[in-house]
């Protein structure tokens, strides 16, 4: 399975950013989709993930200000990300794993990942 992120950039404190996963090379919709964050010096944590029964599992860091969404006609899954704040700043990575939700296994491909910038 191939992932290309897109929608990172830079936006004002209290900004929202809405973040696209593609996905390609498999059947989109059985896989449980993820999205990860990284800062230099932190392991890489969970933000939000999705099944292919749209159920949802949020990580601490975020949760309340985003919603993970898929689209499995456009093999798209979504991350809206809102109040943002300078500690939200990170490469933000989608993932794909055919069997668990939210956490990572042998299995679970990675897309290049995309940099949010929350900065004035």
């Known amino acids: 399975v191939q992932l290309v992120e897109s929608g990172g950039g830079l936006v004002q404190p209290g900004g929202s950013l809405r973040l696209s996963c593609a996905g390609s090379g498999t059947v989109f919709a059985l896989y449980a989709m993820g999205w990860y964050r990284q800062v230099p010096g932190k392991e890489r944590e969970l933000v939000a993930a999705i099944d292919g029964s749209d159920v949802t599992k949020y990580g601490d860091s975020m949760k309340g200000r985003c919603t993970i969404s898929r689209d499995n006609a456009k093999d798209t899954v979504y991350l809206q990300m809102k109040n943002l704040t300078p500690e939200d700043t990170a490469i933000y990575y989608c993932?794909?794993?055919?069997?668990?939700?939210?956490?990572?296994?042998?299995?679970?491909?990675w897309g290049q990942g995309t940099q949010v910038t929350v900065s004035t």
């Open positions: 993932n794909a794993d055919p069997i668990y939700l939210g956490e990572i296994s042998k299995l679970t491909a």
